[in-house]
């Protein structure tokens, strides 16, 4: 049976664990020498499907472990590094070769998942422990484990401030760790069943997309508190923010919507209709374009970023869900 994590309601029958020729004309040139790598899990299909961001196309499929449910990226490492909820593990892949190179055995419920720049440290948030592991990847070494909240999912690092926030699920909280410290320093109540999330680039603000309560809870990460409360779509899964900052795309599972938000204002400025059930949400790295991984279909669907419009539909594989950053660079 598959690790059941979240499961929308509307969609609870499901079994679930809980760009073409013209596009590729129109994007040359736009990420100049550099190779941009999309990467999404496909839990029931037990790869991931590598879909080349200029081309906008798969380009292969890496088998990994069973269950692959979250990503993260190394760009200075050239590494991503994806959960296998089935097997336990942590699939090391080299994004040079398109490889994977090993897997690391964690905890129980490997959900979450961060990575620094430099791929030396991999934060691992374990559904079941309630815990995070500190996953030393060129060892393969757990070097740390910090207790957290119940059932902690969503993640974002903020290495300026050597900061973790994580959110657990089963408390309705985010927790502010310290890593130096390795310990929780404050816990701030959000939403009903917190899942996704996401940071500012200045580190300013974090979201927590909280799926029962269908709404995203904004924080004030030097005071700890509560900014407001934005409603958004039903089922609300992940989010991101634009690399300039200004905007939040937050996929709605029930709806097959993604939400844009103006940050600065706090209010949702456009629902963009997408495919079934969407889960992770990423962008390129100019913010031209967002790709959402849609549970339901096996796709990602390609959106432009300055006419918020879809203009492209590309297969994965079964159960496609990304859940963390899942696009990188290659220089």
């Known amino acids: 049976m598959r690790f059941a994590l979240n499961q929308p309601n509307k969609k609870a029958t499901r079994l679930r664990v809980a760009f073409f020729v013209t596009l590729a004309l129109t994007l040359t ?14 839990q029931l299909a037990d790869n991931v499907s590598v879909i080349d961001v200029e081309a906008g196309e798969v380009i292969k499929e890496i088998t990994v472990g069973d269950a692959p449910a979250g990503v993260a990226v190394s760009t200075e490492a050239a590494r991503a590094f994806v959960t296998n909820p089935d097997s336990r593990t942590v699939s090391v892949i080299n994004l040079q070769t398109l490889e994977e190179l090993r ?4 905890g129980a419920g490997p959900v979450g998942i ?6 030396e440290r991999v934060y691992v948030a374990d559904w079941y ?8 990847p060129g060892s393969g070494d757990i070097i740390q484990t910090i207790p957290v909240g119940k059932s902690p999912a969503g993640m974002v690092l903020d290495e300026s401030k050597q900061r973790l926030y994580v959110a657990n699920r089963d408390d309705n909280a985010i927790a502010f760790v310290d890593l130096e410290k390795g ?8 939403g009903k069943s917190p899942f996704g999330m996401a940071i500012t680039p200045d580190g300013r603000y ?8 269908s709404n995203v809870t904004v924080i004030d990460t030097e005071t700890a508190e509560v900014v407001t409360t934005i409603p958004v779509g039903e089922w609300p899964y992940c989010a991101v923010v634009s690399p300039d900052g200004s905007k939040l795309y937050v996929t709605n599972q029930d709806d097959s919507t993604l939400s844009i938000i103006d940050v600065k204002t706090h209010q949702v400025t456009n629902t963009v209709a997408v495919e079934d059930t969407p889960e992770g949400v990423d962008t390129s790295a100019d913010g031209s374009l967002v790709y959402v991984a849609n549970w339901g279909n096996g796709t990602v669907s390609v959106i432009d970023a300055i006419t918020e419009k879809p203009l492209n539909t ?11 950053e899942f696009i990188t660079t290659l220089e």
């Open 206 to 213: 974090i979201y927590s997309v909280n799926v029962q309560s």
């Open 129 to 136: 422990e309630n815990r995070i592991s500190v996953v030393e």
């Open 314 to 324: 590309i297969k994965a594989a079964t159960g496609s869900r990304a859940f963390g």
């Open 103 to 106: 897997q690391i055995k964690v």
């Open 114 to 119: 961060v990575a620094d720049r430099r791929g």
């Open 183 to 190: 310990q929780v320093v404050r816990s701030v109540s959000v």
């Open 29 to 42: 040139g736009c990420f100049g020498d550099d190779k941009q790598y999309a990467l999404i899990t496909n």
